[in-house]
Structures are given as C-alpha cells and as structure tokens.
C-alpha cells in the first residue's frame, strides 16, 4: 500500500505531482460514489489503516482544513524522489487511467465528503 504518513507527495504515472487526501474508507466509498455522478474523480488509491487516498492538485495541503481527513505535500521535491503509486490492480480503487482527470478538485471533493458525512449520520441514526 501507499504511505500516506506527513511529507508525502504522491506522482501519478504520467509523473505529475499530486497532493494526497486521505479519508476513513467509508465516507471516501461514499465520495467516490457521490464524485463519479459527477464526473469529478480522479485516482483513488487503497491505504494502510482503513483509509482511501484522493490524489488532489499539488498545494492543496497547504489550506487544507477537513476534520477527519490529512493532505499532505512535500514542497520542491523533484518527481524522482516521490513515492511511487500502486500499478493498476495493485492497489487503486480507480486507477489513473479509469479517472475524470489526473487529481480530484479540491473544492468538488470537500463538498463530496461533506454530503458524505451527512449521509452517514442520516444511516446510522436509523440504525
């Protein structure tokens, strides 16, 4: 899996750079649903611990603010030191080449996980 720890910036396989967001899988499950209906996703990776990782345009950490979720960036690495992404089928809940666009919109997927949220606590309140 990918390590979603501080620091990290995340490439894409055609060596762009990319923020990532994690989230707990189940409001991210939700999101991609809620993005796809939207034609606003980009890559999803698996991570370790339960999470999702959204790839989001490079300097989205820096104003990132979402409770419950991390961004994290690595400013003036080069694309050669940055981890490397899982291939297609190793690791992707929606590969590059499966996505809308290189990075998910960050204000599309603050939104997505907004109603996300909101979803989830409308379910568990029925339970």
Known sequence: MLDTDPGVRAATGGG??????TVPARQGLEAVDILR??????PVVLCDGGRLGFLVPPGTAA??????????????RPPAAA???PRAGTGWLVPPEMAFGVATDASMLRAALGEAARTIAAV????
């Not at 209906?37 to 980009?42: A, E, F, M, N, V």
């Not at 568990?124 to 339970?127: A, F, G, I, N, T």
């Open 16 to 21: 762009v750079l990319c923020d990532l967001v």
């Open 37 to 42: 209906l939207r034609d606003g996703l980009g």
């Open 63 to 76: 104003c990132w603010d979402l409770p419950g979720s991390a961004c994290a960036q690595t400013p003036g």
């Open 83 to 85: 981890p490397q992404l």
């Open 124 to 127: 568990d309140r029925c339970l």
